[in-house]
Structure formats: structure tokens, C-alpha cells
């Protein structure tokens, strides 16, 4: 009997041996796993008739995930660009039948509308979403956020007229609850979320140097 030998290209025989479809995440992703799972409250023991405490989730992780906040809005006839509020300037103000539907321009910033009564999670937990488990280093957690398209613009003059807002993948890194808003940051082209080194940006982006 003589002990069997492996080939060197071992590996790439193994990935060439492809039966079918599979569940198991394959894109390279820089959001922890467990950041696109629903809240569920249902007992971790199922009760008969009931369907199991995973099924559930992912049921509910593909619905949620079916769903566009852009999509929504535009359903409901909300232009997203007309959102945020710009300068308002009173000695341009355009004729009446020019305006459509409204006659003076939005200036109340949509915080005054927020209502977090109904959230499934605090924002402390969504952040402690990016921890996986056995790790110091915390990720990002994935959202969407209204951000104009041109960056440098938008942080010179976010109230500009010339901006275009569109909701934006981001990689959300911190909560700052003083002044009660989260630090984002946008996703690259495959969708991670990346410094300018191209390193994955961790702990809300501090660095030891700080």
C-alpha cells in the first residue's frame, strides 16, 4: 500500500469542479455577514406549524433586499433630488407655472421629519453590526444615503443649486450621537468599501496613529 500523492495544481482541480449552483457567498464583500440579516423576533425553538427561525430570515433578508428606496419613492411621485433643501435666493424666483407643483422651494431639512419610533434597531446596534464574531475589527455596515454626485461640490456647498442628490451605497462607519448622524462612506465600483490605498476601512476609520 503506498500513500496517495497530491498533485501540485491540486487546488485549482478542486475550483475547476463545479456540479451546480451553490449558496455560498462568492463576491468579495468588505460587510460582515450577519449586517444583512433581518431582526426576527420569533423563539430560537420552533413551535409546530411554525417555520424555523432561519427560514425566516432569509426570507425576509431577500425581501428586504428586493427593495429600492428610490424605487419607493418615485412610486409615490418624490423627486429625491428635490429633498434636500438649497439657497434660497428671492430676487430669482421662478414664475409660477414654471415651478409645477410647488411655488416656494423646499428649505426644511428632512431631520425634522425623522422618526425613529418604528426602528427595528437602535443606532448603536446597526454599528455593532459590523463586529463578526472572534474579531477586534470592526467593518462597515452596509446602507444607502442621499449624497450629491460630485463630491468635491457637495463639500464645499451641499445647499448648491447645480448638485444632483441620488441615494448612494454606502459603507457606514460610525454614529456620532451628540449630533446624531452617521458617518458614511461610498462604495467603489465592486461595491467595497476602501481607502485611498485600497485597504479595507475599519473601526470607523481610525487608524493607530489616530
Not at 496517495?4 to 455560498?24: H, R, Y
Not at 423563539?43 to 433586499?65: A, D, M
Not at 451605497?169 to 446624531?180: F, I, M, P, T, W
Request: glycine residues 6%.
Amino acid at each position: 500500500v503506498t500513500k496517495f500523492k497530491i498533485p501540485a495544481n491540486f487546488k485549482s482541480l478542486l475550483d475547476m469542479q463545479v456540479v451546480g449552483p451553490s449558496t455560498e457567498t462568492l463576491a468579495e464583500s468588505d460587510f460582515p455577514v450577519q449586517s444583512f440579516k433581518p431582526k426576527v423576533q420569533m423563539p430560537f425553538k420552533r413551535i409546530p406549524g411554525q417555520n424555523p427561525r432561519q427560514v425566516e430570515v432569509e426570507r425576509r433578508r431577500q425581501l428586504y433586499l428586493s427593495f429600492d428606496i428610490a424605487e419607493l419613492l418615485d412610486n409615490k411621485g418624490i423627486d429625491s433630488n428635490q429633498l434636500m433643501p438649497r439657497h434660497y435666493d428671492p430676487d430669482n424666483m421662478p414664475p409660477i407655472e414654471e415651478t409645477k407643483d410647488f411655488v416656494f422651494p423646499i428649505y426644511l431639512p428632512l431631520k425634522v421629519f425623522d422618526n425613529d419610533e418604528f426602528d427595528c434597531r437602535t443606532p448603536e446596534e446597526w454599528i455593532l453590526l459590523g463586529l463578526e464574531p472572534g474579531s477586534s475589527d470592526r467593518k462597515p455596515v452596509p446602507g444607502k444615503a442621499l449624497l450629491p454626485a460630485d463630491d468635491v461640490l457637495g463639500h464645499e456647498d451641499p445647499k448648491n443649486k447645480e448638485l444632483i442628490y441620488k441615494w448612494i451605497d454606502v459603507g457606514v462607519l460610525d454614529y456620532d450621537k451628540e449630533a446624531d448622524l452617521y458617518l458614511v462612506h461610498k462604495t467603489d465600483e465592486k461595491g467595497l468599501v476602501r481607502d485611498e490605498e485600497g485597504r479595507p476601512i475599519l473601526n470607523g476609520g481610525i487608524t493607530p496613529e489616530g
